[in-house]
Nanobody, 124 residues
Framework: QVQLVESGGGLVQAGGSVRLSCVASGRTFSPFAMGWFRQAPGKDREFVAAISWSADIIYYADSVKGRFTISRDTARNRQYLQMNSLKPEDTAVYYC?????????????????WGQGTQVTVSS
């Protein structure tokens, strides 16, 4: 079993920045892709960003392009989400995700591994 643990959430003012981290542990496999989803109150969980094992393939949701940057430290089984120019509509619980391929990592409910989530609140 793979465990994913997020950290770095919190309260930030609009226009500010937050960096989320996620570490994978347990019976990790390689290669595996990682990604981020978010869920705002009353809304479905939505894709944010994903990164391949070698970081040569990266995808972003249109709503975060140019503001968020995903990266990873493969040797340490970690990934990061640098979030800049935050908006109140970015307020959500952010979830770390992992699966064998980047396509599988972007598959929403069918993703194999999830973290417990970390709250990001952006005040106006």
């Amino acid at each position: 079993q793979v465990q994913l643990v997020e950290s770095g959430g919190g309260l930030v003012q609009a226009g500010g920045s937050v960096r989320l981290s996620c570490v994978a542990s347990g019976r990790t496999f390689s290669p595996f892709a990682m990604g981020w989803f978010r869920q705002a109150p009353g809304k479905d969980r939505e894709f944010v960003a994903a990164i391949s094992w070698s970081a040569d393939i990266i995808y972003y949701a249109d709503s975060v392009k140019g503001r968020f940057t995903i990266s990873r430290d493969t040797a340490r089984n970690r990934q990061y989400l640098q979030m800049n120019s935050l908006k109140p509509e970015d307020t959500a619980v952010y979830y770390c995700a992992a699966d064998k391929t980047i396509e599988a990592t972007m598959a929403g409910a069918r993703v194999s591994y999830w973290g417990q989530g970390t709250q990001v609140t952006v005040s106006s």
